[in-house]
């Protein structure tokens, strides 16, 4: 389904006050959001958990719809806390043997940095290609670095400084190939760019949801595949991971034999109704639709900063671009840009040196007029 034809305005408050294009960051809340929000807070205030089963009921509906925007089984799908918890269950559920390594590529954000450089307590190497002069990271590159005690890739799906997006596909089959577990941080790509996971083959994907997927922080989501649910122990399990988890009593109770095994607690109902009704909006409006917007919105403002004399970092080309637009001008302060842009109510970032612009399918031609007005 696909309608772009939404009150934006109303839909998305935020752009009465503020250009909102920092969605590589924290994301604005939608109206359906916020009122998910409101009406779970009023319905445990009034009735406590007495609806409980309704509640069990937009879990299952957010897991479902998650997993349609994932391309994968809707059992496939853990909702964590964020996506270093994602991450964690991923790197603590393998059984590491002394000399084993992962490969990944430098310049990682810390979420997808940690996980792996914690194992080195067990003896597992982490092995960092270097990104190209181009501001690409090769996958020749990564392969390089693997030998027969690689387990395990693990890379952006998009870069959070550049916004190049990695080929989810070619990540896939390479890792394939080399009999290696396949993990992808997808925090920047995830609401901003088409996934289809079992299509590409990948193991493990994680991100929260409080960027481009338009929700609240601290709910996000785990893809977990089927075929590698055979090979992860149980030590990230609790609980909640156990078919059948509301007999307290019976202490032998099976794991989920999918991603369901993640949930290891009590469930976070109020960031699951956020997220429904974020997913609800990907629905409704379709992603395809909000990923041609996005690039529509980015391509515009790119033509406008490289007119203006910016340098472009990011990767533009078909399958590697995102809705991330990484800029520099010699003898400019990005810090400083980025000051002057908020006390002109347009919102952006610096990272690495550079300022960072993150548009969403809702921001419009016109407001990028204006941010570059602000400039």
Not at 105 to 116: D, I, L, Q, R
Not at 128 to 150: C, F, K, N, V
Not at 348 to 358: D, I, M, Q
Request: aromatic residues 10%; contains cysteine; neutral net charge.
């Amino acid at each position: 389904m696909s309608d772009l034809s939404l009150n934006l305005d109303r839909e998305f408050p935020i752009r009465r006050e503020w250009v909102y294009m920092n969605h590589a960051g924290v994301c604005p809340l939608p109206a359906r959001v916020a009122e998910a929000i409101r009406l779970f807070a009023d319905q445990a205030a009034a009735a406590g958990a007495t609806r409980y089963a309704d509640w069990k009921a937009t879990l299952q509906r957010a897991r479902e719809r998650a997993a349609g925007l994932l391309g994968c089984e809707a059992n496939e799908v853990a909702f964590v806390k964020n996506t270093t918890h994602g991450l964690l269950c991923v790197a603590n559920s393998i059984d590491w043997r002394a000399g084993d390594n992962v490969v990944t590529f430098e310049g990682e954000f810390p979420a997808n940095f940690w996980p792996w450089k914690n194992l080195e307590r067990l003896g597992v190497e982490r092995r960092a290609a270097p990104w190209r002069p181009d501001g690409r990271a090769s996958l020749q590159d990564l392969e390089a670095l693997m030998d027969s005690r690689t387990r395990l890739a693990a890379a952006s799906w998009v870069s959070y400084a550049n916004g190049f997006r990695l080929d989810g596909a070619a990540f896939g089959a390479l890792c394939r190939r080399r009999g290696v577990l396949s993990c992808f941080d997808g925090i920047q790509g995830l609401g901003a760019a088409p996934a289809n996971v079992a299509e590409w083959g990948i193991d493990f994907l994680s991100a929260d949801g409080h960027k481009w997927l338009l929700a609240p922080e601290g709910f996000g989501v785990l893809y977990c595949s089927n075929r590698a649910v055979g090979q992860l122990n149980d030590a990230m399990t609790g609980w909640c991971s156990r078919a059948g988890y509301g007999d307290y009593e019976d202490h032998s109770l099976p794991l989920h034999g999918d991603a369901r095994r993640f949930e290891e607690g009590s469930h976070n109902m109020l960031g699951a109704h956020a997220f429904d009704a974020a997913m609800g909006l990907f629905h409704e409006v379709g992603m395809d639709a909000i990923a041609a917007r996005i690039r529509a919105v980015t391509n515009y403002l790119v033509e406008r900063l490289r007119r203006a004399g910016w340098a472009i970092h990011s990767p533009r080309g078909e399958g590697e671009w995102s809705g991330i637009v990484s800029v520099s001008k010699a003898d400019v302060d990005p810090q400083a840009v980025v000051k002057r842009l908020f006390e002109r109510r347009v919102v952006a970032a610096a990272r690495v040196g550079r300022v960072r612009f993150s548009p969403h399918f809702y921001n419009t031609e016109d407001e990028a007029d204006r941010a570059m007005e602000a400039m």
